[in-house]
């Protein structure tokens, strides 16, 4: 047995499931001064809403709400699906600590007891 679905239904489907999906999520790309949300991330690019989606190039900085996840360097997008997809030239793990220019003794003490 084959479901049918009108253009016109598969298409208020597709836009049922993208407002769900930008009302869950809190991603977001800054492009300087100006901020657009993210639909996914993965490892070699993310996507973004087609309607909402600006042509970007060069770096950017991804968030999750207020904490900032990555660098990256963007060079190629195209439409596919009622979503931009933008790929990563270069991707930078953002830290929230300095790295450290000494190796740790898995064995150290975690803290000092007083007398």
Known sequence: ????????????LQKARMKDAMKKNRLRVHDGESEYPVIEI???GFSMPLGKAPNLRGFVDLFDGSR?????????????????????????????????????DANAPVALIGK
């Open 1 to 12: 047995m084959e479901t049918y679905f009108s253009p016109d239904v598969l298409a208020g």
């Open 42 to 44: 993965w490892e070699t």
């Open 68 to 104: 900032h996840l990555l660098q990256c360097l963007v060079v190629r997008s195209e439409p596919e699906g009622g979503q931009m997809i933008y790929e990563f030239k270069r991707r930078t793990v953002v830290l929230d600590h300095a790295p450290k220019d000494y190796a740790e």
